[in-house]
């Protein structure tokens, strides 16, 4: 919705004009009004979210936070209730019932029947971040000895209330997935086809124990826009769709942000987290880098004797280490990259380590080329000096991406998220190894 939109229909909740919103809200579409509805107070939304047709409130409702999916919940009528429950897709309200209180769990699975009940539960017993607790159950099956017409009419009858039905699953005994047919290939094969016939057999699936990482990179790789889900025993569980899984990316990707700055993962939104939250989040990474950097400061009182010897060496620190940093930081970020989109595995760390060498190489090649002629006819540097910062620049720039580069892999090889040995992790290792190679080719070249 643009902004001019969004001013107009704030102007008219405010003006109270009721009736006019009502009908403006029904040609709107579902995200906008959630969007328009988000900033207001919780009496103001619980008003308006019941002005709107029956069909677009479940949609709304559907995308709004959890927040305040949590507020509706608690201030409607169990009628009210029962009635989005009838029409919310099933690993919408799965994904609902995950982030609500206790209280409020029971009050929505006490307006569910049996079935569904049972299947909740079902699902909540997934671990979460896994592909059973974001799978949906509405998909639409078919039976293998069924004709193209019969299953046509089957689709017709069922797939109303179904999440997709551009791809249809077929299942033999005990529901064992044997096969896709797409709804393209229904609609113009011959009526008396068989669907054993027409089916695809080879179907890439996953468990309902995967990762939702994983299943994000499968589709990624191929393009998916549906996923289906099966159990240990091969029986088809469930489906993944496209949509869900643009959630769990993106989610993803800001846990991935929040490591590589040094952050607890959080799955608050910034402005509604607490300052005592947001600094918990903060402080644990915060202390660790700091009793790293203490290092630093070791290594330099160690070498106290060779900066006092020629004092202007201290001007070069922050150079190198910032340099090192930077270059660690470079390498480190892309094979996080390369590691999350499945472009990188453990198998190639020997090509990573040999690809990374000669990239440092060069650079550091480059970089100390520059630096030279920079203090020696920038800056007037002594030759001795001179030389000795460029010699350092260079071996300070290979180990930072060799390092940089192998980390990740290091932390991916013991199970850990490669993105903790992002930026500040590798600034403070490539710190302490900038240092003592300095002072070290220092004390040789210098004769200190």
């Given at each position: 919705?643009?902004?001019?939109?969004?001013?107009?229909?704030?102007?008219?909740?405010?003006?109270?004009?009721?009736?006019?919103?009502?009908?403006?809200?029904?040609?709107?579409?579902?995200?906008?009004?959630?969007?328009?509805?988000?900033?207001?107070?919780?009496?103001?939304?619980?008003?308006?979210?019941?002005?709107?047709?029956?069909?677009?409130?479940?949609?709304?409702?559907?995308?709004?936070?959890?927040?305040?999916?949590?507020?509706?919940?608690?201030?409607?009528?169990?009628?009210?209730?029962?009635?989005?429950?009838?029409?919310?897709?099933?690993?919408?309200?799965?994904?609902?019932?995950?982030?609500?209180?206790?209280?409020?769990?029971?009050?929505?699975?006490?307006?569910?029947?049996?079935?569904?009940?049972?299947?909740?539960?079902?699902?909540?017993?997934?671990?979460?971040?896994?592909?059973?607790?974001?799978?949906?159950?509405?998909?639409?099956?078919?039976?293998?000895?069924?004709?193209?017409?019969?299953?046509?009419?089957?689709?017709?009858?069922?797939?109303?209330?179904?999440?997709?039905?551009?791809?249809?699953?077929?299942?033999?005994?005990?529901?064992?997935?044997?096969?896709?047919?797409?709804?393209?290939?229904?609609?113009?094969?011959?009526?008396?086809?068989?669907?054993?016939?027409?089916?695809?057999?080879?179907?890439?699936?996953?468990?309902?124990?995967?990762?939702?990482?994983?299943?994000?990179?499968?589709?990624?790789?191929?393009?998916?826009?549906?996923?289906?889900?099966?159990?240990?025993?091969?029986?088809?569980?469930?489906?993944?769709?496209?949509?869900?899984?643009?959630?769990v990316i993106e989610q993803e990707a800001t846990e991935d942000?929040?490591?590589?700055?040094?952050?607890?993962?959080?799955?608050?939104?910034?402005?509604?987290?607490?300052?005592?939250?947001?600094?918990?989040?903060?402080?644990?990474?915060?202390?660790?880098?700091?009793?790293?950097?203490?290092?630093?400061?070791?290594?330099?009182?160690?070498?106290?004797?060779?900066?006092?010897?020629?004092?202007?060496?201290?001007?070069?620190?922050?150079?190198?280490?910032?340099?090192?940093?930077?270059?660690?930081?470079?390498?480190?970020?892309?094979?996080?990259?390369?590691?999350?989109?499945?472009?990188?595995?453990?198998?190639?760390?020997?090509?990573?380590?040999?690809?990374?060498?000669?990239?440092?190489?060069?650079?550091?090649?480059?970089?100390?080329?520059?630096?030279?002629?920079?203090?020696?006819?920038?800056?007037?540097?002594?030759?001795?000096?001179?030389?000795?910062?460029?010699?350092?620049?260079?071996?300070?720039?290979?180990?930072?991406?060799?390092?940089?580069?192998?980390?990740?892999?290091?932390?991916?090889?013991?199970?850990?998220?490669?993105?903790?040995?992002?930026?500040?992790?590798?600034?403070?290792?490539?710190?302490?190894?900038?240092?003592?190679?300095?002072?070290?080719?220092?004390?040789?070249?210098?004769n200190i």
């Open positions: 919705m643009d902004e001019l939109k969004a001013l107009e229909m704030l102007e008219i909740i405010n003006k109270k004009q009721y009736p006019r919103l009502k009908k403006e809200l029904a040609e709107m579409n579902e995200v906008d009004v959630a969007e328009l509805l988000n900033p207001l107070d919780q009496n103001t939304t619980l008003l308006i979210f019941r002005m709107l047709p029956k069909d677009l409130a479940v949609e709304v409702f559907a995308h709004f936070s959890s927040e305040q999916q949590s507020s509706i919940v608690h201030a409607i009528t169990d009628k009210e209730l029962t009635n989005i429950l009838d029409e919310l897709f099933f690993d919408d309200m799965i994904d609902m019932i995950e982030e609500m209180p206790a209280n409020l769990v029971n009050k929505i699975l006490k307006n569910s029947n049996a079935e569904e009940r049972k299947l909740i539960n079902q699902f909540l017993k997934y671990p979460i971040d896994s592909a059973g607790s974001i799978m949906t159950i509405e998909y639409v099956d078919l039976q293998k000895d069924m004709t193209v017409k019969e299953a046509m009419d089957h689709i017709k009858k069922t797939g109303l209330n179904k999440e997709t039905i551009y791809t249809c699953y077929v299942v033999g005994k005990n529901r064992i997935l044997e096969g896709i047919v797409s709804l393209r290939n229904l609609v113009i094969a011959d009526e008396d086809m068989k669907i054993e016939d027409l089916m695809e057999a080879d179907v890439i699936y996953v468990n309902t124990h995967d990762d939702q990482e994983a299943v994000g990179n499968i589709f990624t790789k191929y393009g998916f826009m549906v996923l289906p889900v099966v159990d240990t025993e091969n029986r088809l569980t469930g489906i993944i769709t496209f949509d869900d899984i643009l959630d942000f929040q490591r590589m700055a040094a952050m607890a993962p959080s799955e608050e939104r910034y402005l509604d987290a607490s300052v005592w939250s947001l600094s918990k989040q903060r402080i644990t990474w915060l202390l660790i880098l700091m009793v790293g950097a203490t290092l630093t400061g070791g290594i330099i009182t160690k070498y106290e004797d060779v900066l006092s010897s020629v004092v202007i060496l201290m001007a070069f620190v922050p150079m190198l280490m910032d340099t090192g940093g930077n270059s660690g930081s470079q390498s480190s970020t892309l094979i996080i990259r390369g590691l999350a989109v499945g472009e990188l595995t453990l198998k190639d760390k020997w090509k990573v380590l040999w690809k990374e060498f000669k990239i440092s190489i060069l650079v550091g090649i480059m970089l100390g080329f520059v630096n030279l002629l920079k203090n020696l006819y920038i800056d007037r540097v002594g030759l001795e000096v001179s030389i000795t910062v460029s010699i350092t620049l260079f071996f300070t720039v290979m180990i930072a991406k060799v390092v940089g580069g192998m980390l990740p892999l290091g932390a991916k090889k013991l199970n850990l998220d490669p993105a903790i040995m992002a930026g500040p992790l590798i600034t403070t290792i490539v710190d302490s190894l900038a240092l003592i190679i300095y002072f070290s080719i220092a004390s040789l070249l210098l």
